[in-house]
Nanobody, 127 residues
Framework: LQLVESGGGLVQPGGSLRLSCAGP????????TGWFRQAPGKEREAVSS????????NYADSVKGRFTISRDNAKRLVYLEMNSLQPEDTAVYYCAAMPALGRASYVPVRQEQYHYWGQGTQVTVSS
């Protein structure tokens, strides 16, 4: 089972992008979902995560106020709206999912808590 990310691309500093995460073949609406990123030469880091219900969210300090995570459980999609993008946001962005298993409001933040991962989508912020 693998997730599929979309929406990456090249954007100028100050611009915006919206990433989407889908889970073909399984019910993403029953999973807490997170976004992570890995820049060249750096370790993968947590960006944002959201509970299965969507009521609880978490953000890295570096993206607070600029990025917004949301989900549409009817469509089984999770989004990451990224505004005021800066060159330091350049990275491959991955979504990951953890089955909620009754913990509908739980927001996992550690990578090792997530069971399913996508292959990533490149986001490049450059003028």
């Amino acid at each position: 089972l693998q997730l599929v990310e979309s929406g990456g691309g090249l954007v100028q500093p100050g611009g915006s992008l919206r990433l989407s995460c889908a889970g073909p073949g399984f019910d993403l609406s029953g999973c807490a979902t997170g976004w992570f990123r890995q820049a060249p030469g750096k370790e993968r880091e947590a960006v944002s995560s959201i509970s299965a219900t969507g009521r609880s969210t978490n953000y890295a300090d570096s993206v607070k106020g600029r990025f917004t995570i949301s989900r549409d459980n009817a469509k089984r999609l999770v989004y990451l709206e990224m505004n005021s993008l800066q060159p330091e946001d350049t990275a491959v962005y991955y979504c990951a999912a953890m089955p909620a298993l009754g913990r509908a409001s739980y927001v996992p933040v550690r990578q090792e808590q997530y069971h399913y991962w996508g292959q990533g989508t490149q986001v490049t912020v450059s003028s």
